[in-house]
């Protein structure tokens, strides 16, 4: 009896190193995806070593991080970002790697890119230079992000040392709420586990309420493992699994599309197999979820309000949550509706596909941004997105109602480019980590789905999205 | 990668749960193609109070001096005190390489994120996972003394304080020797190159599909 993960762990063992169940084992990656920040020194280091990729094949690239989201068609102004992009640019010419440049249509966000391309299929081992890499364990693989020196040593050997993790199953059952997304039901559960529950742990989604989700939404659940401390985050494969990849480029055809398909059917935990941990939560309980906090656990239902550290008897805890208030600039049990964004942040590799833009444009058409609101923008998660989206004429309801229709790229869920927070503005964001700083210094960010982003737009509040569609 | 045997240093208590890698380094960093000098930007929106950015002179920037790596008692200090999920988020190893460059040796936490605790043995920074209690105990001496310092001895696998404490830690052996060694993992990996090939072979032909 093995779970999916012991499945998924064991169809790549290439060597152990040592004969004790828990030593480092030699593990090899089917998939390696590659973005312009965590790359440029593992390619230094290979040449330096006078060494080459061992699979070319293996390895998509692009650049996400520091691409600008206007006016592309003048470059990238800021000359240390070019630098990087174009660094990689170079690399993968030098090379012979397969790149989507910036100003091709099927540019975008990493995580975005490989399922939408098909490059992500069930079963395989999934790396990349980047911790959201847990997303693609949406299709049943083994997918985790990595630092740069192991980058390096995949491009090296196409295999990583690793030591198996725990198991641990999050079981949500039932069925959704109205106007509840995936997102909420991350946050839910890192509200739940904490953000350094899943440390140690491959997490794997099931139960009804996740079977009945999209591609999309699973994306966006297993995107978030890893705000749990879970470095990989996996669901089982069924037909939304193979009806999402059938036909895209990367994808099998023929005969080896039904071989490959009869193969996925295995992609699921045995009746009966154990995991280390199990968590289950109640999807008929799940309501809207807003952070409040620095860390993503700090967060509350949308009809809560912000916390107490007086309740708290933890010193520790009590002391980040004082801090934590302090920089959001958020008095104890303020009402989560009273907070007022500055911005509005639609995008990311967690909620920036085309289901993501739909629930948002949905709930801002024929309506206008909130008079408070600076800066409202959509930056499509790539190019097909966009261009998906522009043929249902998504950009124009948002465009009609205030927002700014952007070019795809990781943008302001790092503020690696120009798009970012000033100190103290506050940001109704689709991103995944609210960060001292992470969406520019002193920015105040504040987590919650599309839907939830869109409706604050609109009221220029946190408002419950189940009223009011 | 950099060997590490043992470590006799000054520590600095950084006494907050959950420092994130954007925290460590921060982002405006990360556009360095280069593998060095981050150093001076390690915790920087906390140690510094303008805004920092790439290729800015740091001995003209103004100091928060309430920032504890600013304190003069913990100049120079080889070991950091930390809390618990230090290194969690981002898998920037950007942050290993700025506390390294820092002149840090060793992290001590009652636990780390994932990849970051992976990332710290990848360039011989060694992460230390010590009993909650303990590093309590370590939090309460270090403020109370000033010039405080530990004895990280990695072959012994402990930690000892002034007063004669001794707190054993967990490392996996092979992590263990690498770090002993100083080894160069690629070229470990390679030397199963044959191993490799014949399980690159196999899998050829179970899923032909993945290498198309």
Known sequence: ?469 | MKKFNFCDGLVAPLDRANVDTDAIIPKQFLKSIKRSGFGQNLFDEWRYLDHGEPGMDSSKRRLDGGFVLNLPRYSGAQILLARANFGCGSSREHAPWALQDYGFEAIIAPSFADIFFNNCFKIGLLPIVLDTHKVDQLFQEVEATEGYRLMVNLRDQSVTTPGGDSFLFDIDPFRKHSLLNGLDEIGLTLQHADRIKAFEDKHRDSQPWLFA
């Open chain 1, 1 to 469: 009896m093995q779970t999916l993960y012991d499945k998924l762990w064991q169809s790549h063992v290439v060597h152990e190193e040592s004969d004790e169940p828990d030593g480092m084992t030699l593990l090899y990656i089917d998939r390696h995806l590659v973005h312009e920040v965590t790359s440029p020194q593992a390619f230094e280091g290979l040449k330096l070593a006078g060494r080459k990729p061992w699979r070319l094949d293996s390895i998509l690239a692009v650049a996400d991080h520091n691409v600008p989201t206007t006016r592309r068609d003048r470059g990238i102004s800021d000359p240390i970002s070019r630098l990087q992009v174009e660094t990689l640019d170079d690399n993968c010419d030098e090379l012979g790697i397969t790149e989507f440049r910036m100003n091709d249509l099927r540019q975008g966000i990493v995580h975005v890119i490989g399922p939408e391309q098909g490059a992500t299929l069930p079963g395989m081992t999934v790396v990349c230079g980047d911790s959201h890499t847990s997303t693609h364990g949406a299709f049943a693989c083994l997918a985790f992000g990595i630092g740069t020196s192991e980058v390096e040593h995949v491009l090296a050997t196409q295999c990583l040392l690793m030591k198996k993790a725990r198991s641990m199953r999050v079981m949500v059952e039932g069925k959704l709420g109205h106007g509840i997304t995936a997102k909420d039901v991350a946050l839910a559960i890192i509200g739940e586990i904490g953000t350094a529950g899943g440390t140690g742990y491959a997490v794997e989604f099931a139960g009804s309420a996740i079977r009945d989700l999209s591609m999309e939404g699973r994306m966006t659940l297993c995107n978030m493992a890893i705000e749990a401390g879970a470095r990989a985050g996996m669901i089982a494969v069924d037909d939304t699994t193979t009806e999402y990849i059938q036909g895209r480029p990367f994808a099998p055809k023929g005969d080896l599309w039904d071989k490959a398909v009869a193969y996925w059917r295995t992609l699921k935990s045995d009746e009966g197999a154990r995991f280390d941990k199990v968590v289950t939560l109640e999807a008929a309980r799940i309501k809207p979820q807003v952070t409040w906090g620095t860390s993503p656990e700090m967060v509350a239902t949308v009809d809560g309000n912000v916390p107490d550290p007086a309740q708290i008897s933890d010193i520790v805890q009590r002391h980040d949550m004082e801090r934590a208030l302090k920089y959001m600039g958020l008095a104890p049990n303020t009402p989560i509706r009273e907070i007022r964004p500055d911005k509005i942040f639609i995008g990311s590799c967690t909620n920036a596909r085309i289901e993501d833009l739909r629930a948002a444009a949905k709930v801002v058409e024929g309506k206008h941004i909130a008079g408070n609101i600076k800066l409202a923008m959509v930056v499509p998660g790539s190019g097909l997105v966009k261009h998906q989206a522009e043929q249902e004429g998504l950009d124009k309801v948002f465009r009609d109602a205030g927002f700014e229709w952007r070019e795809p790229g990781c943008s302001m869920c790092l503020a690696m480019n120009d798009d970012r927070l000033g100190p103290g503005e506050r940001c109704a964001s689709t991103s995944n980590r609210n960060f001292e700083g992470r969406q520019g210094l002193g920015g105040r960010t504040h987590l919650v789905s599309p839907a939830m982003a869109a409706a604050a737009a609109v009221a220029g509040h946190f408002v419950d999205v189940r009223e009011i569609y």
